[in-house]
């Protein structure tokens, strides 16, 4: 057995563990990051970008699907799954090669190999070769995906999850999606658009994170007419038969049976925790046995213990596990003087087609904390450069402060909700007002003009006294052109 003591010891070589560990060497050498499986992180590996390249496919099938409205004649797209996968694997390959480069320019004395598990408030055991005893910790082991009980048992290698989906060499003819959150929109549509028989199932009619009853409704309908889905599907029930998988389920009160080659499980993901010995971290956890951290300081109680990333249990966002990894580190590396850190206004978005986003507080945030707000909306199914791309589809809803006029936020389905999605949270983040954000440029035409459309009605919703003519300009009368 080996014996290692480092001031401080970070578990896991994701995202969050990579920049954990940048900020506290800023603080200590005297550091190790240990990893229990393959170097390259969730995000680059079977996350963000695998998903983000199998998407790029889907959006060139779906660009030549829809050519003939432009009078552009194209023949049928042939889809070649092999070459669709192949790329999405080597470009994959590249992205992971990166960060495997960047883990391995670290000093080989701060990296070490296999799995770790508490033994002792300030021990670790590291597969069973190495003892490392550490001052802190930051735990950034990630997430892993949440299967429903027997499923893997009844369906064996039949049931995928996503780190499965990029490791295929073809696409397959058909695939049941359960699941309608983040993971589940964004492939379902992906692969029903390259041309493999689809179904999506959810269970309460929602459709990713949105919480705006007008833009989730929406959504709906836009999903519904993109693929077959049954969104408020119950007793879903999946068998086996040799190579072909059924699946049951009840809506509207009738029964229903389809095959599937595959059924991929895209029921939400948990923080991978298990295993890792916290009954000896000497941290309080709650009722899921996931430590509590501090927001912005990443620190469990007024322990020595941190934790960044989908280990928490917050938004398992990249830029959130970034972040978190950052002031963790960063706090484990000063440690016991630990500061609080700003964070950054929640921005989400779903890399479906049309995207999804949403900025600031949501609409059940809202609710939730009985806030004072008003609401303004806009359709981008008649907006104008919408229309002009043939991209005419959605909703975005803005909630403005009563009395302030501050912006709080926005859900949107609709035309370059990632872009949009941005320019929204940082007109949140810097506190711009409904009457700041109408005297900023919009040029025309273009889809922000569909923003505007839904900040004037925001506007007239929060039904201010008007400012002085001389202090703004989209102001009234004039203001409707
Ligand atoms: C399909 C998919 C698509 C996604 N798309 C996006 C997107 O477009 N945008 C976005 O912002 N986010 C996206 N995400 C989320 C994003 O990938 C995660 O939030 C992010 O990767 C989390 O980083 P992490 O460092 O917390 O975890 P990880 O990168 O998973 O790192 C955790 C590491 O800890 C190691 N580990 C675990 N337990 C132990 C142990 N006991 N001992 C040693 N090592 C251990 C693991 O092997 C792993 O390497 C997506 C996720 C998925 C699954
Ligand atoms: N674009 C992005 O930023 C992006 C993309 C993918 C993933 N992610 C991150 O990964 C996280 C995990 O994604 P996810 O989609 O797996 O989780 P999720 O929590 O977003 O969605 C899981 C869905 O599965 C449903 N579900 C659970 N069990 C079910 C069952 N037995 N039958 C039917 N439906 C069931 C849930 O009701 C929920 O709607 C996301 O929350 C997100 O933070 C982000």
């Known amino acids: 057995m080996n014996h290692l003591n480092v001031d401080v010891a970070i578990i896991g070589a994701g995202s969050a563990g990579m920049s954990a560990y940048r900020a506290a060497r800023a603080h200590t050498d005297r550091i190790v990051v240990i990893e229990g499986g393959a170097y390259g992180t969730t995000c680059a590996r079977v996350g963000c970008m695998p998903s983000k390249l199998l998407i790029a496919a889907a959006d060139a099938a779906h660009a030549v699907a829809m050519a003939g409205r432009f009078g552009v004649v194209t023949a049928p797209a042939a889809i070649d799954g092999v070459a669709v996968m192949r790329r999405v694997r080597e470009e994959r390959d590249r992205f992971v090669g990166f960060v495997v480069e960047a883990v391995e320019a670290w000093p080989e004395a701060h990296r070490l190999r296999g799995h770790a598990r508490f033994v002792a408030q300030h021990e670790l055991d590291v597969g069973g070769h190495t003892r490392v005893t550490a001052g802190r910790i930051v735990i950034a082991t990630g997430s892993r995906p949440h299967v429903p009980a027997g499923w893997r048992e009844t369906l064996g290698d039949r049931l995928v999850v996503n780190d499965d989906v990029f490791a295929w060499t073809d696409l397959p003819a058909s695939v049941a999606v359960v699941g309608t959150g983040v993971i589940g929109l964004e492939l379902s549509l992906a692969l029903a658009r390259l041309g493999v028989r689809v179904r999506l199932f959810g269970r309460s009619g929602r459709v990713g994170?949105?919480?705006?009853?007008?833009?989730?409704?929406?959504?709906?309908?836009?999903?519904?007419?993109?693929?077959?889905?049954?969104?408020?599907?119950?007793?879903?029930?999946?068998t086996r038969h040799g190579a072909v998988v059924t699946l049951r389920w009840t809506e509207n009160g009738t029964r229903h049976e389809e095959d599937f080659e595959y059924v991929l499980a895209a029921t939400g993901r948990v923080p991978a925790l298990d295993g890792l010995g916290l009954e000896h971290a000497g941290v309080p956890l709650d009722e899921h046995g996931v430590p509590q951290a501090g927001r912005h300081t990443r620190r469990v109680g007024r322990s020595h213990v941190f934790i960044a990333g989908d280990a928490s249990d917050e938004a398992a966002l990249l830029h959130e596990a970034s972040d978190e990894g950052r002031i963790a580190g960063d706090n484990a590396g000063r440690y016991p003087d630990t500061i609080v850190r700003p964070r950054r206004t929640p921005l989400?978005?779903?890399?479906?087609?049309?995207?999804?986003?949403?900025?600031?507080?949501?609409?059940?945030?809202?609710?939730?904390?009985?806030?004072?707000?008003?609401?303004?909306?806009?359709?981008?199914?008649?907006?104008?450069?919408s229309r002009v791309m043939g991209r005419n589809l959605g909703i975005v809803r803005v909630y403005g402060e009563a009395d302030s006029g501050r912006f709080l936020g926005a859900e949107m389905i609709g035309p370059a909700a990632e872009h949009i999605g941005h320019l929204l949270a940082w007109a949140v983040q810097h506190g711009l007002t409904v009457q700041q954000m109408l005297d900023s440029p919009f040029y025309h035409p273009v889809v922000e003009e569909g923003v505007r459309t839904a900040l004037r009605e925001l506007k007239a919703a929060l039904d201010l006294p008007a400012p002085p003519l001389a202090g703004c300009l989209d102001c009234a009368p004039a203001a409707a052109v």
């Open 209 to 238: 994170p949105l919480t705006d009853p007008d833009v989730a409704a929406k959504a709906r309908a836009i999903v519904g007419a993109a693929l077959d889905a049954s969104l408020d599907a119950h007793d879903l029930m999946p």
């Open 348 to 385: 989400t978005v779903v890399f479906s087609d049309p995207q999804i986003a949403l900025a600031g507080e949501s609409h059940a945030q809202l609710l939730a904390r009985g806030a004072r707000f008003a609401a303004g909306s806009a359709s981008f199914d008649d907006q104008g450069r």
